[in-house]
């Protein structure tokens, strides 16, 4: 994948939320639920949001109530996806793109910070790649995951794990932990991070 460019200077309060979550059907209803109040709390807010494009569980979820609540929600999905008619058509913009590598670069240049909520292997992939650009220095946007009903606590530890062993930097320097809307909000409010030295990792 080609490198990311650093970014331009960002506002201090972000204008456009990038939203990563799942898109498996077959999911409880309070994660549906929660996905569905956030979405509206960003609206409310004054947030625009990115996510991946989809009609189908939460990501369907998060467009639908953005859009229900009067938001501007962007959709950026690749053509392999959007040709099983996964695609959602309601949307305020939907940018159909060539490939995964393609949409993640995309979504990291329309957003200006990141909220994780519970999905699967995909939503890993995008954190993951989004928190070790962090790492890597190419931006300094706030990355929020979402853990009020503790979805990620096993996660979390494992990465605390990866820190202990010196694998990793302590998460804290990387992206914040919200067991509530109020944290989220605020986090995301809340000034950027300082930007991560990329040789504090092998120092």
């Not at 639920?33 to 494009?53: D, K, P």
């Not at 990793?168 to 986090?187: D, G, K, M, N, Q």
Request: glycine letters at 8%; hydrophobic letters at 45%.
């Amino acid at each position: 994948m080609p490198p990311v460019a650093a970014p331009h200077s960002l506002p201090p309060t972000p204008k456009t939320v990038c939203i990563y979550c799942g898109s498996s059907a077959h999911i409880s209803a309070a994660y549906a639920e929660h996905a569905a109040t956030l979405a509206r709390a960003l609206v409310h807010a004054g947030f625009r949001l990115v996510y991946g494009g989809g009609q189908v569980g939460l990501m369907g979820v998060v467009a639908n109530a953005a859009l229900d609540a009067g938001g501007y929600v962007i959709g950026i999905i690749p053509e392999y996806i959007r040709v099983h008619e996964l695609q959602h058509l309601g949307l305020s913009e939907l940018h159909v793109v060539e490939s995964m590598h393609t949409r993640k670069r995309m979504m990291m240049d329309r957003s200006d910070a990141f909220v994780i909520l519970p999905g699967g292997f995909g939503t890993l992939d995008e954190m993951f790649e989004v928190l070790t650009w962090k790492q890597l220095g190419l931006h300094r946007k706030t990355v929020v995951i979402d853990n009020e009903d503790g979805f990620w606590t096993p996660l979390l530890g494992l990465i605390d794990h990866l820190a202990r062993e010196n694998f990793a930097p302590r998460a804290t320097s990387l992206f914040r932990v919200a067991t509530s809307l109020l944290e989220i909000l605020e986090a995301l409010r809340a000034p950027q991070d300082p930007a991560f030295d990329p040789a504090v990792k092998w120092s």
